[in-house]
């Protein structure tokens, strides 16, 4: 299994865009104009990381500057965690966790957020419960989770 960061692999820009896109249901330019900011962009955020095994995409996530909820203030995010139900519980996301913290503390970015209804699973890898914050268009907060490095 290969873990990379799109700008380490550019050419992967069209396939990432639509694997998150049939993950998540955003709208696939979405995914594509962050990721072109992120090939473009002199600063670390956005960045897109992916996991990937005989040429699937088996895991991904993003760094953005916010996830969509009001707490504005609280950011970057890690966004679109995901892994292949096939694949998991063989420690994908932990992997892509592990590299996107320490590829954006290796660019200044020392403290990220994260917005889920999980709970018990992001603590394994070095998150804190931090506050609740409304994602958009929700009717009830999720817990924002954050990870210094």
Request: charged share 25%; net charge negative; with cysteine.
């Amino acid at each position: 299994m290969e873990f990379f960061r799109l700008t380490d692999r550019p050419e992967m820009l069209e396939q990432m865009a639509l694997w998150f896109h049939e993950k998540w249901g955003v709208p696939i330019e979405a995914y594509r104009d962050s990721m072109r900011s992120c090939l473009a962009g002199p600063g670390p955020v956005p960045e897109w990381y992916a996991a990937v095994e005989n040429g699937r995409i088996v895991g991904g996530l993003g760094v953005i500057e916010n996830d969509f909820h009001d707490r504005k203030d609280l950011t970057p995010n890690v966004c679109a965690v995901y892994t292949e139900p096939d694949r998991r519980g063989r420690g994908v996301a932990g992997a892509l966790l592990r590299l996107a913290c320490g590829d954006m503390a290796s660019r200044g970015v020392s403290t990220l957020y994260l917005l889920t209804d999980h709970t018990g699973f992001y603590e394994r890898y070095g998150w804190e419960f931090y506050c609740m914050a409304q994602s958009d268009g929700e009717a009830h907060p999720s817990r924002m989770y954050v990870h210094r490095a």
